[in-house]
């Protein structure tokens, strides 16, 4: 999964993605971080990159590895109808691991929720170190 401040500025096919790929897309010298994220916060990252619909914002979460529904029409918090994680529902207190940059990860764009981190990820290995 992962998750990008600003819009999408070409489409890719289905295919793995590759840093040259991440650089394209985010070339505002941000770092790639990946970290644990308990479901719950990753609901609330979602909603906040709804938050400003119909209106166009760079907060709009470009994800990968997950399904996500959502009414526009619905109370800002309340947008999203449906969130699947590889093809399973969400589960508000599993944690789960997230691609994304550091701007993000810090709670830029009001991202917030990305800031309760429990843990950063060393990118390059399936271990995680808790935050302090």
């Known amino acids: 999964m992962a998750a990008a401040s600003a819009p999408a500025r070409s489409t890719r096919p289905e295919s793995p993605v ?4 991440v650089l394209a897309e985010l070339p505002f010298g941000n770092r790639l971080v990946v970290v644990a994220v308990k479901g719950s916060d990753l609901r609330a990252a979602i909603e906040n990159g709804l938050s400003r619909l119909p209106a166009i914002a760079g ?3 470009q994800v990968s590895g997950m399904r996500v529904e959502y009414d526009s029409q619905r109370p800002t918090g309340r947008r999203v109808l449906l969130i699947e994680v590889g093809g399973a529902p969400l589960d ?3 944690m789960y691991k997230v691609a994304t940059n550091d701007f993000m990860a810090r709670g830029g764009d009001d991202y917030t929720s990305l800031s309760n981190i429990k843990r950063w990820c060393r990118s390059t290995t399936r271990r995680c170190s808790p935050t302090r």
Not at 18 to 21: I, P
Request: hydrophobic share 10%.
């Open 92 to 94: 508000s207190d599993r």
């Open 59 to 61: 907060r709009f979460p």
């Open 18 to 21: 590759t840093r040259r790929d």
